[in-house]
């Protein structure tokens, strides 16, 4: 991923956590935040894989605002894995 690509990935991340209010949640608590991270990581691991991206995926459409986030999230998508394999 080149550099502009890889910033501007990293910022919509930072958006992301910031949408779900865990800054506001933890007080801004960066070891919390990333243990939260780290523990959806380790149930992506187990074998209900499957049922949690779902549930998270329905969750995260839910919470972006109206069809115009959700349209903008599948575009995003699209795009993502059409740019996949490149650096």
Same mark, same amino acid.
């Given at each position: 991923?080149?550099?502009?690509? @890889?910033? @501007?990935?990293?910022?919509?991340?930072?958006?992301?956590?910031?949408?779900?209010? /865990?800054?506001?949640?933890?007080?801004?608590?960066? *070891?919390?935040? /990333?243990?939260? /991270?780290?523990? *959806? *990581?380790?149930?992506? @691991?187990?074998?209900?894989?499957?049922?949690?991206?779902?549930?998270?995926?329905?969750?995260?459409?839910?919470?972006?605002?109206?069809?115009?986030?959700?349209?903008?999230?599948?575009?995003?998508?699209?795009?993502?894995? /059409?740019?996949?394999?490149?650096?």
């Amino acid at each position: 991923m080149k550099r502009r690509a @890889r910033t @501007r990935h990293l910022i919509e991340l930072g958006g992301l956590v910031m949408k779900a209010e /865990l800054v506001e949640l933890t007080d801004d608590d960066r *070891a919390v935040i /990333l243990g939260l /991270l780290v523990e *959806a *990581a380790t149930k992506l @691991r187990g074998d209900d894989r499957e049922q949690m991206l779902t549930l998270w995926r329905r969750r995260g459409l839910r919470t972006f605002v109206g069809e115009e986030g959700q349209k903008a999230y599948l575009q995003n998508q699209n795009s993502s894995s /059409l740019g996949a394999g490149k650096s």
